[in-house]
C-alpha cells in the first residue's frame, strides 16, 4: 500500500466515527477543523416519505450534491470496481480521464451556461470505457463512444412524456397481446404514442412478442430518453450510474448498504435520499425557452425560420410541443430497472407540479390540466446515415440490446445490438447555447449539424440546403433563439415561454 492509500484508510477511518447519518440542517454550523468530505451530511428518505422535506430543501442539497467536488474521504475513486460496478485489479487511481473516474464534480462537465447545463468539447465522455480494465487505448473507438455532455434543463418534463408514451405503447401491446390470446392468431397494432409512430407490433398467441416491425424504440416499449442512444429511464438511473462512473461515488440503493463493492474503505458513500435530491435538482431545473429580440428585423427572422423549421419536414422529428397528460412530476419511476429506487420501495412518491414548482421558467399548464413541452424531439431513434453522408455512423460499440429491461425469452428472435448508426432526435430548445453540436460535440455550428442530417432527414436536409441563404439565415436565427436562460449582457431580453403565455421580462 504507497503512502496516498494508507493516507486514504487513516482519513476514512477518521471519517466513519464523524460522519452522522441523516438531517442536512443540522452540520452546517460548526464544520469541524481540518480536512473534511465535499459532502458532510446525508438525506435520510424517510425525511422525504414524510414530507418533512419539502421541493425548496430537494433542490438547494441536489445541488449541492451536482457541484460537489469529492474527495476521497467522500468515497470519491473506484480503486478496485469499474464504471459498471465489476471488480478489477484493486488499487486504481483516483482519476483517469478516460474510463473515468473522470472528474470532479458533476457540474465539472454540466455547466454551459451553468450548473445542470451542457458541455464543452473537453469535457466529452468515452461512454462504455468505464467497463474496462484495464484502461490502456480506452479512447479507440472500437473499446467506447465519445459523446458530448448534455443539459438537463426540462429534463424532468422529458422523463415524464417518455413516461406517458411508455404506458400507451406498452397499453397497445396488451391489447395485441389479449386478442391473439383470444383468436389463436398472431394479433399485429400499429404502435403510435402521442402522434409518433413507432413502427408496428406483433404478439403470437403463446404471448411471446415479433418485435421486427418495432421502430426507434427497445423492444421492452419503454421509453428511454437519456443518453443520445436513448439507453436510460430515468434521471434517477443516470444519477446512480453517472455517480459511480464518474465519480467512484456509490449509492446505497445500487451497491447495498455497509458494502465496500469498490473497496476504497468508505461506505455508504450516497444515500437513497441523496439520490432522490440530485434526481429532483435535475428535474426541477428551469426549462429552455424562446429568447424574442429586442430588435424587429431578428424577431421577424425567427418567426420566418419557425415557418422554414416546419415547411422543410424537419419538424416530423423535430416535434414542436408534445403534450403530458399529467403536470406533475413523480418520484421514483416505475419502469426503473433493478438496482434504482422504485415507486413500491418508498412510503408516498415524492411529487411537483412542473408547471408550478421548481426553477422558472417551468414548462407550460395547458386548458386540460396538462402541459406543454416543447423541446422539438419526438424521443424517438433514427438513422440520419446513408451512402453520402455518415458522420453520424461514427460509433462502433453497440450500447445495450434491444430488448432493454425485457427477459430476452419474451421475444420470437434473439435480442440483438442497439444500432450504432441510431441516436434520439436531438432536444432543440437549447439549441442556442448548447454547442458544440453533434452526438460527438464535433460539429461547431448549427448549420453544419445540418448539412450532415442524411438518412430519414435526407429529403428535409436537401430541402433546406435548396432554400435561399437568407431563408437557411432564418432558420438558424430561429434555432438560436432557443436557448436556456443565462445572464444576457446588453439591452433587455424578453422571453416567450411557449406561444399562449403572455410575454414576460426577465430582467
Ligand atoms: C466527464 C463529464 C461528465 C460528468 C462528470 C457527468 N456527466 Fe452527465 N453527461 C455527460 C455526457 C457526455 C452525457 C451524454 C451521454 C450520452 O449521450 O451518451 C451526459 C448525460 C447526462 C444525462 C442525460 C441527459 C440526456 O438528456 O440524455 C444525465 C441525466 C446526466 N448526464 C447526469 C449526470 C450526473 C447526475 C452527473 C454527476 C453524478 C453527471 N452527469 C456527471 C458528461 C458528464
Ligand atoms: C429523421 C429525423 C430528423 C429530421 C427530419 C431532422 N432531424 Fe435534426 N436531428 C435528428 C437526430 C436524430 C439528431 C441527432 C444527431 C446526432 O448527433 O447523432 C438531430 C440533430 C440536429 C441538430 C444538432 C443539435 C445539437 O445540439 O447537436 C440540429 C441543429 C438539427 N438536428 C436541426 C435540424 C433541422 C434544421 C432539420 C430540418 C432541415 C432537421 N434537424 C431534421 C433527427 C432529425
Known amino acids: 500500500m504507497n503512502t496516498v492509500h494508507r493516507t486514504k484508510k487513516l482519513l476514512a477511518l477518521t471519517l466513519l466515527t464523524v460522519l452522522p447519518t441523516a438531517n442536512a440542517q443540522a452540520a452546517e454550523t460548526s464544520e469541524p477543523i481540518g480536512e473534511r468530505p465535499a459532502i458532510a451530511t446525508h438525506l435520510d428518505q424517510a425525511d422525504i416519505d414524510s414530507g418533512k422535506l419539502g421541493i425548496a430543501d430537494l433542490l438547494r442539497y441536489g445541488e449541492r450534491l451536482f457541484v460537489a467536488r469529492f474527495n476521497m474521504l467522500d468515497g470519491q475513486g473506484r480503486p478496485g470496481s469499474t464504471g459498471t460496478g465489476a471488480p478489477r485489479v484493486p488499487d486504481q487511481p483516483a482519476f483517469v480521464r478516460t474510463s473515468a473516474p473522470d472528474s470532479n464534480a458533476c457540474a465539472g462537465c454540466h455547466i454551459q451556461p451553468r450548473a445542470g447545463g451542457a458541455g464543452d468539447f473537453v469535457a466529452n465522455v468515452f461512454v462504455l470505457a468505464q467497463a474496462l480494465d484495464p484502461v490502456t487505448f480506452s479512447t479507440s473507438p472500437e473499446l467506447s463512444n465519445e459523446r458530448n455532455t448534455l443539459g438537463m434543463m426540462g429534463s424532468g418534463a422529458i422523463e415524464m ?28 397494432r400499429d404502435l403510435v404514442a402521442k402522434g409518433v409512430s413507432f413502427g408496428r407490433v406483433t404478439v403470437r398467441p403463446d404471448g411471446r412478442v415479433d418485435p421486427t416491425e418495432i421502430d426507434g424504440v427497445d423492444w421492452d416499449l419503454i421509453v428511454k430518453p437519456f443518453h443520445q442512444k436513448g439507453a436510460v429511464v430515468s434521471l434517477r438511473e443516470f444519477t446512480n450510474n453517472a455517480m459511480n462512473h464518474h465519480h467512484g461515488m456509490q449509492s446505497v440503493e445500487r451497491f447495498g448498504e455497509d458494502v465496500d463493492a469498490d473497496l476504497d474503505e468508505v461506505v455508504n458513500e450516497l444515500t437513497v435520499g441523496d439520490i432522490t435530491a440530485a434526481t429532483i435538482f435535475q428535474a426541477a431545473l428551469d426549462v429552455p425557452v424562446q429568447i424574442r429580440s429586442t430588435e424587429p428585423a431578428r424577431r421577424a427572422a425567427v418567426a420566418r425560420g419557425e415557418a422554414i423549421f416546419a415547411e422543410a419536414g424537419c419538424t416530423s422529428c423535430h416535434v414542436p410541443v408534445l403534450n403530458l397528460e399529467s403536470r406533475h412530476f413523480s418520484e421514483p419511476n416505475p419502469y426503473n430497472p433493478p438496482g434504482n429506487l422504485r415507486p413500491e420501495d418508498v412510503a408516498r412518491p415524492f411529487t411537483f407540479d412542473l408547471t408550478r414548482d421548481g426553477l422558472a421558467p417551468r414548462i407550460e399548464r395547458a386548458a386540460d390540466g396538462g402541459a406543454h413541452v416543447r423541446a422539438f424531439t419526438d424521443l424517438k431513434r433514427h438513422d440520419l446515415n446513408d451512402d453520402e453522408l455518415e458522420h453520424f455512423a461514427n460509433e462502433q460499440v453497440p450500447q445495450g440490446t434491444l430488448n432493454g429491461f425485457a427477459d430476452p425469452s419474451e421475444f420470437t428472435i434473439d435480442p440483438v445490438p442497439r444500432p450504432t448508426r441510431e441516436f434520439l432526435t436531438r432536444k432543440l430548445w437549447d439549441a442556442g447555447n448548447s454547442d458544440p453540436y453533434g452526438h460527438r460535440g464535433d460539429l461547431t455550428t448549427l448549420t453544419e449539424a445540418i448539412f450532415f442530417h442524411g438518412g430519414d432527414a435526407r429529403a428535409s436536409r436537401d430541402a433546406f440546403l435548396a432554400r435561399p441563404q437568407s431563408d437557411q439565415d ?32 426577465v430582467r
Open 161 to 188: 412524456l417518455a413516461r406517458e408514451m411508455s404506458a400507451e405503447l406498452i397499453a397497445i401491446r396488451e391489447e395485441a397481446r389479449a386478442d391473439a390470446a383470444r383468436s389463436g392468431l398472431p394479433a399485429t
Open 474 to 505: 432564418a432558420v438558424i436565427e430561429f434555432l438560436k433563439s432557443l436557448r436556456v436562460v443565462e445572464d444576457l449582457p446588453g439591452p433587455p431580453v424578453r422571453i416567450r415561454q411557449g406561444r399562449r403565455t403572455p410575454v414576460t421580462a
